[in-house]
């Protein structure tokens, strides 16, 4: 059964870091891209990042450049999201996704994953 499990979210004051972290079960992760979603109360689902199988190609949202930054360690079949400089807007359910191409298209878009993780809450918050 393939699995994802995000961990690593919490209540974090502004301008602080979190890592979030994303580890598969199931499958093997090398064969997929991985993305990074999340989603405020009231809208709809974003995308933030994106890693292609190998770890050498990676996209971000305008909003994260700069601040965030993807990873991945194959090994551990887990996908890491460091989020620096937190704003109160990046307060979301964040969720990690697998898409079944081994690289990351240029929109970030939801439909184009088919393995979800249940999220983590991420509360950037004084």
């Known amino acids: 059964q393939l699995q994802l499990v995000e961990s690593g979210g919490g209540l974090v004051q502004p301008g602080g870091s979190l890592r979030l972290s994303c580890a598969a079960s199931?499958?093997?992760?090398?064969?997929?891209?991985i993305g990074w979603f999340r989603q405020a109360p009231g809208k709809e689902r974003e995308g933030v990042s994106c890693?292609?199988?190998?770890?050498?190609?990676?996209n971000y949202a305008d909003s994260v450049k700069g601040r965030f930054t993807i990873s991945r360690d194959n090994a551990k079949s887990t996908v890491y999201l460091q989020m620096n400089s937190l704003k109160p807007e990046d307060t979301a359910f964040y969720y990690c996704?697998?898409?079944?191409?081994?690289?990351?298209?240029?929109?970030?878009?939801?439909?184009?994953?088919?393995?979800w993780g249940q999220g983590t809450q991420v509360t950037v918050s004084s």
């Open positions: 890693i292609s199988s190998a770890g050498g190609s990676t």
């Open positions: 996704a697998a898409r079944p191409n081994y690289y990351c298209s240029a929109y970030l878009r939801p439909s184009e994953y088919n393995t």
């Open positions: 199931g499958f093997t992760l090398d064969y997929y891209a």
